[in-house]
């Protein structure tokens, strides 16, 4: 059978229209698409502690979207925070004015981590969108600080000071069970229903560490 160049044209544009659909492949969409995003997460630096509770706006305006939220610090108060969320960069701005804290990061497959600012010296910060839970509290033993981390599903992220520096936690959640690690060494611990504790250890050092979701505003 042969086919005229009129048929094989018409046949290679179907084809490559088939192939160009895919609709099953995932579809990426970034804050400022449509619907709202909520993210959660805490911070830590020498002086403060507490939790975030922010949302970009479903809609951008000249590929800028609005950041309002509150910020937590060991207070049931809330701190109006405000901010922008820029598309082209997926960069976000948003800050406190009293005390005037500034926080700046960027979004990553539902995750910001980023650093802040204040009279009192600098910070980190990390959030993320989904069902999370948030536990401040503190670690002490060879050395002592702020720890404080977010829980989502069997994924663990979270920040930590210990009188010098800021640095950050990553691990994983496994029923009950915690296994995080950090610069300088690893951790364990479980979760017992709004608490959480567990212990330490970096070269020759090693302590204990304790959470709850209440730590965050008290």
Avoid at 114 to 130: D, K, M, N, Q, V
Avoid at 187 to 207: E, F, M, P, V, Y
């Amino acid at each position: 059978m042969r086919f005229t160049n009129h048929a094989i044209c018409a046949i290679t544009i179907l084809t490559l229209a088939a192939c160009g659909k895919d609709s099953t492949a995932p579809k990426l969409v970034g804050p400022g698409n449509g619907t709202a995003v909520n993210l959660k997460g805490t911070l830590a630096s020498i002086a403060l502690s507490g939790d975030i509770d922010i949302t970009i706006a479903a809609t951008a305006s000249n590929g800028a979207a609005a950041i309002t939220g509150c910020i937590y610090l060991k207070s049931v108060t809330c701190l109006v925070t405000i901010g922008t969320y820029t598309q082209a960069t997926n960069g976000l701005s948003f800050s406190t004015s009293s005390p005037a804290i500034v926080f700046t990061g960027s979004y990553v497959d539902g995750v910001v981590n980023g650093t802040f600012t204040h009279s009192a010296g600098a910070g980190i910060f990390t959030t993320r969108t989904g069902s999370v839970n948030v536990f401040c509290g503190t670690f002490s033993g060879a050395a002592s600080g702020r720890w404080n981390f977010t829980v989502t599903g069997s994924t663990l992220d979270g920040v930590y000071n210990d009188g010098s520096s800021n640095n950050r936690l990553t691990g994983t959640v496994s029923g009950s069970s915690l296994s995080i690690t950090f610069a300088a060494g690893t951790a364990t611990g479980s979760l017992n229903g709004s608490s959480a504790s567990g212990t330490w250890a970096a070269g020759s050092g090693s302590g204990s560490w304790t959470g709850s979701n209440g730590g965050c505003r008290s």
